[in-house]
């Protein structure tokens, strides 16, 4: 159950970390965007309103970010110190990331595999998962410690 919270936490402080490069023009579209277009493409959902599509996208977004905090939760059942736990996390945020960019997200054409993009920002993904696993081993920490 700490890994699902841990992952519904990471996630908002990913929403955050987002906004915020979105604000300075970095990121346009996420990943949950794209999946919901594609969705949309393929007729496993009728024409959605701008309300439907960005609740779609939320709670898409929210649902894979807790499911993925949940296997992180069953990976990593000892605990380390704050720094470890921050590492750990980053590495399976990292992990995650390779899981969907590089198989399943191209795979169902949602967007082009990592290593055929020629942009810088094809690292932000990376990044953004890195802090997404990061979160999720410390929001995963403090609750293990306050439990025990």
């Not at 990593?76 to 990331?97: D, F, H, P, Y």
Request: hydrophobic share 50%; glycine share 14%.
């Amino acid at each position: 159950m700490t890994g699902a919270i841990g992952g519904l936490g990471a996630t908002v402080v990913l929403s955050g970390l987002r906004e915020a490069w979105s604000r300075v023009g970095l990121v346009f579209e996420t990943a949950p965007m794209q999946v919901v277009d594609r969705i949309e493409e393929v007729g496993l959902v009728g024409d959605l309103s701008p309300v439907g599509r960005r609740l779609l996208t939320v709670v898409a977004h929210f649902a894979y970010g807790t499911g993925t905090g949940t296997v992180f939760g069953l990976l990593r059942r000892e605990r380390g110190g704050v720094a470890e736990e921050a590492a750990v996390g980053s590495a399976l945020g990292i992990l995650a990331w390779g899981a969907g960019w590089a198989s399943w997200l191209p795979l169902t054409g949602v967007h082009k595999a990592p290593w055929t993009q020629r942009t810088p920002r094809v690292l932000l993904p990376v990044i953004d998962h890195a802090v997404f696993g990061a979160a999720w081993g410390l929001i995963n920490l403090a609750l293990a410690r306050r439990r025990s």
